[in-house]
Every structure is written in C-alpha cells, then in structure tokens.
C-alpha cells in the first residue's frame, strides 16, 4: 500500500515525439446575510489549492524526474468528482507521498494526484510525462493555467491504441512550458487492477534517445536468444 505522510500504522509514436519536438466550473451563492470577511476567506482558500502541491522547477540540467514524492494525492471514494471540482475544491485535504511509486494496491476508489511545473528559464521547454505500468483502466491527464482547465488528455488500457495521444506502449503526455509560465498537472487514476502509478517527467528529447537505445538493447537481446 502506498504510505502517505502523517497516516498513522495502518500513447505519440517516435516520430510523433519527434513532431511534438519541432515545433465543469463550480458555482456557488452565497445568502446576503454571510459576513464579508468569510467570503474573503474562502476565496483565499480556493486560491491557495493549487499551492497545496509541490512545484517542480525546470532550472537545472534536463534530467529525468521521478515524481512519485513529489505528488499530492487524493483518494475520491465514489469517483464522482470531475477535474474542476478537485482542484478548486478547499475542503480536500491532500496527502503527501512518502514512496517513490505510489501503490494502493486493490481499489474501487478514483485517485487524484497534483502537481505545479514551473519554467524559470528564458525559453520554452517541452518535457513528457510518461505512466510506465501499461495495465492501468484509466489514467486521465488536466492542465490548468489560472485556475482554468486548458488541456485533458484521456489514456489508459481501456482506450483503443490509435486514440493515444502518442502511440506508444507507455502512456505519454506532452508538456510544452514557455518562459517564466507555471502550470498545474492533475492526473485521475482509476483501474480494476492494481492501482500503482510510476510516473516519471522526462525531456521530450532525452526521452527519445532512451527509448531508441532500451529498443536496441531489446532487439539484440531476441537476436542473441
């Protein structure tokens, strides 16, 4: 089972990445009677979600990201909760994860996972995400900018191959970041097996170049057997 901090004892083909390389809202009324100041603060509360997750900053060499404990996590029981609900939501409470690939072994439940991205940088960057264990039902991609769903990305083992965003046999999300831009990354995990998620955010170029030499290796290891 995945250990979450504080609890107590208990798929773009290569040449698609390479083309990636070149180049529902909640409302809520208020009785006129509610003290100012409450609105106020629970405005502030709303603002403050996105500053729940940890950041991730793109200002070092380009390397390979692990994200496992850099993810805040949040079991939704019933699996009803859309991507908007969750990351304007200042009632949830998100956990933080202490294993480098969460693994909640047999669920029902839907699990959420957020993350902020920042570029510092003076130039654009293009990184992919990559969920590395292929036998997930559901693993469903939200970016946000202000507060505002910009892109979602529907993947899992449940969808036909050729709908992938980038057919491959992991599942792949692009992530384009111009200068000085922070973006929010929620993904909504939901499957009849295991429920573990390996997640890595790696540069679009470096991931290319590992996955030609870890195809080689495959295609001589068959030749030598």
Request: proline share 5%; glycine share 6%; charged share 20%.
């Amino acid at each position: 089972m995945a250990r979450i901090q504080g609890e107590r004892n208990y798929s773009l083909s290569s040449n698609a990445i390479v083309s990636f390389l070149d180049g529902t809202s909640v409302f809520m009324r208020f009785p006129s009677g509610i003290p100012a100041l409450f609105l106020v603060v629970f405005g502030s509360l709303v603002c403050l979600q996105a500053h729940a997750f940890d950041t991730i900053s793109l200002e070092n060499e380009p390397s390979i990201i692990g994200l496992g404990q850099k993810l805040r996590v949040y079991e939704d029981v019933a699996g009803a909760m859309k991507a908007e609900d969750v990351v304007n939501n200042p009632v949830i409470q998100w956990e933080h994860l202490l294993d480098d690939v969460p693994n909640f072994g047999f669920s029902h439940s839907s699990f959420w996972f957020g993350v902020n991205v920042v570029n510092p940088l003076d130039h654009e960057v293009k990184y992919l995400f990559a969920a590395t264990y292929p036998l997930l039902d559901r693993i469903d991609y939200y970016r946000f900018e202000d507060g505002s769903l910009v892109e979602k990305i529907k993947a899992g083992d449940n969808i036909e191959f050729a709908e992938r965003p980038i057919k491959h046999r992991y599942f792949l999300y692009p992530l384009t970041i111009q200068p000085g831009q922070k973006v929010t990354i929620l993904f909504n995990m939901k499957t009849n097996g295991s429920a573990q998620l390996p997640l890595e955010l790696v540069p679009a170029q470096q991931f290319v170049e590992k996955d030609q030499f870890e195809l080689a290796v495959q295609i001589l290891f068959i030749g030598i057997m």
